[in-house]
């Protein structure tokens, strides 16, 4: 319409009639709806939730707007929360989940720290009391002290909406914080008297993304310098390297660098590439290695366990700045995107190109796998798995005895495929989690592993499994135990056991009466089977028990000796292992 007004028209009329073109067309709405418009304009079709008289408003304006975003109710508050995690690991997308204050944040904390702790744009919904009464100590329904402050622990970005027209722009900026620089989650609070208010609401088109940060050229060039002239060239691949998986594979092959991945990282390089290491032969290179490339790592393992020393040069990308330099100051500090920085210096290797490592990287891999069969009975599982779950179908880890096996090495063939819990390796996190991400992603199948001790954290949500049709495939591995901890119990406690032996339900008369399938498999053959027939049902989740006796400890392969000198860390001199 501007386009067509004459160019006579004096400055101040034509702002007077946006003005009043913009009065037209904004709508009344309430804070809720205005957030549920918002939200819905930012790309979201879900929202995980369980509601509570603090957020009526709100799931009033959920229900109004049916028929363009679902929601997702679950049994407890971790659910939610766990589940809009794993939709965002799944996606690689922003979700959302929302719950009531005090007791209803503190149900949702773990995930939330795990997003933190994972890089996983999770927004989360709080409700809170009466807007005049925060910080008064009334003792209102879930008054909590200090929520704020509370949420401020645990995310970066936390702001309360206090009006209609402001809860456009926070969504806008939850959205941005989540995006922008290091992913993570926020949190938007919003008072029980304020979710009602309504006034009227211009349309609010969302802000454009945050350009990401410039390459720097000159850093990378002489990056590549160095790659070049390595003569034992290593790159790790962390979770923040998943988005980089094409350039990680191109530069892993002109360099014929092997990628270390484990758990976050796994998935970068197809574990089919003789070059993909994980751990136990990573432990072995990093010896080796006179040149690393570390992409979206802490390399919280290599660093703090395995050592370095002056000739060893690290060269990092990471999109935190303070990353780079937490552990030690690194040979070179590119920040930034993996992506185009992986790219540049594709570029400023040019047509660099070494002979294949091939055959001594088969041969090392097959010698590491004669190592590694020590772990036979979590191997057999796990290839009874890998031989039925499609290349990308998602396999959520878990902390128990054949997720740590899983890490080491279970077979990932793509990016984004195997979603482990990162630092915090919070027991029970796994199937809710995986919930959520089969919710996310109903094209794969996802399977979900769990001990007898994780799953019965959130098998409450089988029945939220159930209500909304998610055919998530369960195994609970069940020896009856906090088997990790009993272990550990036998062989460095003189066998003293406590608190590790755990009173089971029968797990598949428990499955099927909350309406799921189950069966139990006893061996792989038969575990095989049983996920043959898992895979095929669509719309009804299933879980298979496996009853399994000890096995054998995993922790040579992860807690693995110094190899290097000692190294300076910014907090003083690191113990070894
Ligand atoms: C939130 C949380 N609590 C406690 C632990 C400590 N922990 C690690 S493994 C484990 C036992 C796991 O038992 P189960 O799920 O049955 O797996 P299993 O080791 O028997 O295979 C425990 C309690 C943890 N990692 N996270
Ligand atoms: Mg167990």
Not at 80 to 102: E, H, N, R, S
Not at 115 to 143: C, D, T
Not at 357 to 385: H, S, V
Not at 454 to 469: D, M, Y
């Amino acid at each position: 319409m501007a386009n067509n007004a004459p160019s006579t028209v004096a400055k101040p009329e034509r702002a007077a009639e946006r003005k009043r073109a913009s009065a037209a067309a904004a709508a009344r709405m309430t804070t809720a709806e205005a957030t549920v418009t918002a939200l819905i304009a930012h790309g979201i079709d879900t929202v995980y939730a369980l509601p509570g008289v603090h957020n009526d408003h709100l799931f009033d304006a959920l229900h109004k707007a049916q028929d363009r975003i679902r929601t997702v109710h679950t049994r407890h508050e971790q659910g939610a929360a766990y589940m809009a995690l794993g939709a965002a690991l799944a996606t690689g997308k922003p979700q959302v989940y929302a719950v009531v204050p005090g007791p209803g944040l503190l149900n949702s904390a773990t995930p939330l720290l795990m997003a933190h702790s994972m890089n996983a744009p999770v927004l989360a919904l709080i409700g809170q009391i009466p807007q005049a009464a925060i910080g008064r100590g009334f003792g209102h329904l879930h008054e909590i002290r200090d929520q704020a402050g509370i949420i401020a622990r645990l995310t970066d970005f936390c702001a309360r909406i206090r009006t209609p027209a402001n809860a456009a722009t926070l969504v806008g900026e939850a959205f941005r914080a989540m995006a922008g620089g290091r992913p993570g989650p926020a949190v938007l609070e919003c008072a029980i008297d304020v979710w009602g208010r309504s006034a009227p609401v211009a349309p609010n088109a969302p802000p454009s993304p945050l350009a990401p940060p410039p390459v720097d050229e000159d850093a990378v060039a002489a990056a590549g310098k160095r790659l070049a002239a390595a003569q034992h060239p290593l790159i790790v691949a962390g979770g923040g390297a998943q988005d980089a998986a094409l350039e990680v594979s191109e530069l892993s092959r002109m360099l014929q660098a092997p990628v270390l991945a484990y758990r976050r990282g796994r998935g970068v390089l197809d574990s089919r590439d003789p070059l993909s290491v994980t751990l136990p032969l990573g432990h072995e290179l990093w010896r080796e290695a006179d040149v690393v490339l570390a992409v979206g790592t802490r390399l919280f393992i290599p660093l703090l366990q395995w050592g370095v020393d002056e000739h060893l040069s690290i060269i990092r990308v990471d999109i935190d700045p303070e990353e780079h330099e937490r552990f030690a100051r690194p040979a070179a500090a590119l920040i930034g995107d993996a992506k185009p920085i992986l790219r540049s210096l594709i570029d400023a290797l040019g047509s660099h190109a070494r002979p294949s490592r091939r055959a001594e990287m088969e041969q090392r891999q097959a010698n590491m796998r004669q190592r590694l069969g020590k772990l036979a009975p979590q191997i057999g599982f796990l290839d009874a798995i890998r031989a039925e779950l499609p290349e990308d179908g998602i396999f959520v880890d878990e902390v128990t005895q054949i997720g740590f096996a899983a890490r080491l090495l279970f077979p990932v063939y793509k990016p984004h495929t195997f979603l482990s819990p990162g630092y915090q390796d919070s027991l029970g996190w796994g199937f809710a989690t995986a919930l959520g991400g089969q919710y996310a992603r109903p094209d794969v199948p996802v399977l979900s592993i769990s001990g007898d001790g994780g799953f019965l954290f959130t098998s409450n949500e089988l029945a939220t499994a159930v209500c909304h049709r998610i055919p998530l495939t369960t195994i609970v591995f069940n020896d009856g135990a906090f088997g990790n901890v009993r272990r550990i119990q036998q062989e460095h406690y003189g066998n003293r056991l406590i608190a590790s032996d755990l009173v089971n339900p029968d797990f598949v008369r428990y499955a099927q009466s909350f309406g799921a399938e189950a069966e139990r498999a006893r061996n792989p053959v038969e575990l095989r089977a049983a996920l043959k027939r898992a895979f095929k049902r669509r719309d009804v989740p299933t879980v298979i028990e496996v009853p399994v006796g000890p096995m054998p400890s995993p922790w040579e392969f992860i807690q693995m000796p110094r190899v290097r000198g000692a190294i300076e860390t910014t907090h003083g001199r690191s113990r070894g292992p």
